[in-house]
């Protein structure tokens, strides 16, 4: 499958004047988002705590993270960013994807909306016994 680029904006909070805009590669083999560390830095993101991470290689490394809120095709949501290396290419992780309902197309790949973001508790939408 081909790479798929979207523009995504990570900021330290909402209305922050300072934010980290760049084409994040999306990757649905990674669950969190990640950024060069230094730009992390000046968007006014700070780490939070530090996760082992398994690389594609098999590797694995720690890293530290920060939270942030993470925009991008017109939606937003927030989550860990990744501090990587500073020359790393930016990811955009699945957990982003699907907390806004997008997901990977493989046949055509493009990013698509799902109608709706699925909540699977058989409890939902089911009236009580006490609702009458």
Same mark, same amino acid.
């Given at each position: 499958?081909?790479?798929?680029?979207?523009?995504?904006?990570?900021?330290?909070?909402?209305?922050?004047?300072?934010?980290?805009?760049?084409? #994040?590669?999306? $990757?649905?083999? !990674?669950?969190?988002?990640?950024?060069? &560390?230094? @730009?992390?830095?000046?968007?006014?993101?700070? +780490?939070?705590?530090?996760?082992?991470?398994?690389?594609?290689?098999?590797?694995?490394?720690?890293?530290?993270?920060?939270?942030?809120?993470?925009?991008?095709?017109?939606?937003?949501?927030?989550?860990?960013?990744? #501090?990587?290396? $500073?020359?790393? !290419?930016?990811?955009?992780?699945?957990? &982003?994807? @699907?907390?806004?309902?997008?997901?990977?197309? +493989?046949?055509?790949?493009?990013?698509?909306?799902?109608?709706?973001?699925?909540?699977?508790?058989a409890a939902l939408g089911r009236p009580s016994r006490h609702d009458d």
């Amino acid at each position: 499958m081909g790479s798929i680029h979207v523009t995504t904006t990570v900021r330290a909070r909402e209305n922050a004047r300072k934010k980290y805009v760049s084409e #994040f590669l999306v $990757d649905t083999g !990674a669950t969190d988002s990640l950024a060069p &560390a230094k @730009e992390l830095k000046k968007a006014g993101i700070k +780490p939070r705590g530090r996760m082992a991470y398994e690389l594609a290689d098999g590797q694995t490394v720690e890293y530290a993270f920060g939270l942030a809120e993470i925009e991008f095709m017109g939606e937003i949501t927030s989550g860990r960013v990744i #501090f990587g290396p $500073d020359d790393a !290419a930016p990811l955009l992780g699945v957990t &982003a994807l @699907e907390s806004v309902g997008i997901l990977v197309d +493989p046949a055509n790949r493009t990013l698509r909306r799902m109608p709706a973001i699925p909540l699977k508790s058989a409890a939902l939408g089911r009236p009580s016994r006490h609702d009458d």
